[in-house]
């Protein structure tokens, strides 16, 4: 018993040799470890990381029990892994979407490179480590969300106080215009109702807590775009390309329109990068163009991840349960998994730039009520 304030110093002693590889901080600085207890030769802590989808979760588990195993009178570890999203510094001041923890938009310079597609196997992908998520499909031309999560036809409840309830699919809360106007109502949108459209989606929607909100964008750099990065406290932004150049030209422009408004690019993510043969494995890159890489080398922002053509992936997303939900086995969602990871990291990484430097990027939004 006289000794326990010391063997507790020794504990995180050998904790601060531990350092979290994306944060290249040591995790006892870092405030991960929680509730230390020493008994009878059993050391427990918890260990509560910045997000559930921390890539290196296993990793830091592992090393933090042989660590400490090692250390004479120790009989017993146990470590729990938990984790606790935060927002960015300052966002929760926000009069928009405050129980809204990250809001990142997925977004990309072309039509059709994929970014629906992304977004809701990413949205899946971050809902099986743990976290809470939702997805606003802000494309009010071409909502993509009632197929690809088998909702098409449903409708929307309201609450007592008249706010739109999401609709809920495979774990992720849900809204979309198309859940407004029906499958084939024709959205013709002039730019001034798609400024109303999507005010009305960052305030009238109950949306909840949530770890991560993720918002499908339309391609380009049009009236949604300048209407969320007005309106909306985007914590980060996510590029999709294909290795094609002609989209590359597109992309650096979709990345620089987020750099004007100080929210910061997590990383681009290249789609339909390879495909890989599934008779005999053979990985042939159909363009060869490595967009996705050259963009990233040019603008400095990291290359997240690059998925492969998948027919599965047209399959499952059309049949209503996108690939990471309907087959989490298969190599394609694993990358998925991988990404969320990936992308999870970065916005830890912004957070902690935040509360470094002390300066939250410029806070503009305002939305009328
Ligand atoms: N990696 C992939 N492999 C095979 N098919 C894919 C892949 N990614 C997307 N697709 C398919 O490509 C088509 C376009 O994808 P998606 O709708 O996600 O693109 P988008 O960028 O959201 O398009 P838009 O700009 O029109 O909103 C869909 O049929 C989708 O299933
Ligand atoms: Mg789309």
Same mark, same amino acid.
């Given at each position: 018993?006289?000794?326990?304030?010391?063997?507790?110093?020794?504990?995180?002693?050998?904790?601060?040799?531990?350092?979290?590889?994306?944060?290249?901080?040591?995790?006892?600085?870092?405030?991960?470890?929680?509730?230390?207890?020493?008994?009878?030769?059993?050391?427990?802590?918890?260990?509560?990381?910045?997000?559930?989808?921390?890539?290196?979760?296993?990793?830091?588990?592992?090393?933090?029990?042989?660590?400490?195993?090692?250390?004479?009178?120790?009989?017993?570890?146990?470590?729990?892994?938990?984790?606790?999203?935060?927002?960015?510094?300052?966002?929760?001041?926000?009069?928009?979407?405050?129980?809204?923890?990250?809001?990142?938009?997925?977004?990309?310079?072309?039509?059709?490179?994929?970014?629906?597609?992304?977004?809701?196997?990413?949205?899946?992908?971050?809902?099986?480590?743990?976290?809470?998520?939702?997805?606003?499909?802000?494309?009010?031309?071409?909502?993509?969300?009632?197929?690809?999560?088998?909702?098409?036809?449903?409708?929307?409840?309201?609450?007592?106080?008249?706010?739109?309830?999401?609709?809920?699919?495979?774990?992720?809360?849900?809204?979309?215009?198309?859940?407004?106007?029906?499958?084939?109502?024709?959205?013709?949108?002039?730019?001034?109702?798609?400024?109303?459209?999507?005010?009305?989606?960052?305030?009238?929607?109950?949306?909840?807590?949530?770890?991560?909100?993720?918002?499908?964008?339309?391609?380009?750099?049009?009236?949604?775009?300048?209407?969320?990065?007005?309106?909306? $406290?985007?914590?980060?932004?996510?590029?999709? *390309?294909?290795? #094609?150049?002609?989209?590359?030209?597109? +992309? !650096?422009?979709?990345? =620089?329109?987020?750099?004007?408004?100080?929210?910061?690019?997590?990383?681009?993510?290249?789609?339909?990068?390879?495909?890989?043969?599934?008779?005999?494995?053979?990985?042939?890159?159909?363009?060869?163009?490595?967009?996705?890489?050259?963009?990233?080398?040019?603008?400095?922002?990291?290359?997240?991840?690059?998925? $492969?053509?998948?027919?599965?992936?047209?399959? *499952?997303?059309? #049949?209503?349960?996108?690939?990471?939900? +309907? !087959?989490?086995?298969? =190599?394609?969602?694993?990358?998925?998994?991988?990404?969320?990871?990936?992308?999870?990291?970065?916005?830890?990484?912004?957070?902690?730039?935040?509360?470094?430097?002390?300066?939250?990027?410029?806070?503009?939004?305002?939305?009328?009520?």
């Amino acid at each position: 018993m006289v000794d326990q304030p010391l063997k507790e110093n020794q504990i995180l002693e050998v904790l601060r040799t531990v350092k979290d590889p994306d944060l290249h901080r040591d995790i006892v600085s870092l405030g991960f470890i929680k509730n230390l207890e020493i008994k009878n030769g059993t050391v427990k802590f918890d260990i509560v990381l910045t997000t559930p989808a921390c890539p290196v979760k296993d990793q830091l588990k592992e090393e933090c029990e042989s660590k400490i195993r090692n250390l004479p009178g120790v009989s017993n570890v146990q470590v729990t892994m938990k984790a606790q999203v935060k927002g960015r510094e300052g966002f929760e001041k926000a009069a928009v979407l405050p129980g809204v923890r990250n809001i990142i938009a997925v977004a990309s310079g072309k039509g059709g490179v994929g970014k629906s597609t992304v977004t809701a196997n990413l949205a899946l992908a971050l809902r099986k480590t743990g976290a809470m998520v939702g997805l606003l499909d802000c494309d009010v031309y071409g909502p993509s969300m009632p197929l690809m999560f088998g909702l098409v036809g449903k409708k929307p409840g309201v609450t007592e106080d008249q706010k739109i309830l999401p609709l809920e699919a495979h774990g992720i809360r849900l809204m979309s215009i198309g859940f407004l106007t029906g499958e084939n109502t024709p959205v013709i949108w002039r730019g001034p109702m798609v400024h109303q459209m999507i005010q009305q989606f960052l305030t009238r929607v109950a949306w909840g807590e949530l770890d991560y909100l993720l918002l499908d964008l339309p391609p380009g750099t049009g009236d949604t775009q300048l209407t969320l990065t007005q309106s909306a $406290p985007l914590s980060g932004a996510v590029i999709v *390309t294909t290795p #094609q150049e002609v989209s590359l030209i597109d +992309a !650096r422009k979709g990345l =620089q329109m987020f750099w004007k408004v100080n929210v910061p690019v997590l990383g681009v993510i290249e789609n339909m990068s390879y495909f890989v043969c599934p008779d005999c494995g053979k990985v042939s890159e159909i363009f060869k163009a490595h967009g996705g890489e050259k963009l990233t080398q040019e603008l400095k922002v990291p290359l997240i991840g690059q998925i $492969p053509i998948d027919p599965q992936i047209t399959e *499952t997303g059309d #049949q209503g349960t996108p690939i990471v939900a +309907a !087959r989490p086995e298969s =190599q394609t969602a694993k990358i998925y998994q991988m990404i969320a990871g990936a992308i999870a990291a970065q916005m830890s990484i912004v957070h902690m730039k935040d509360k470094e430097t002390s300066a939250p990027v410029h806070i503009q939004w305002k939305v009328k009520q």
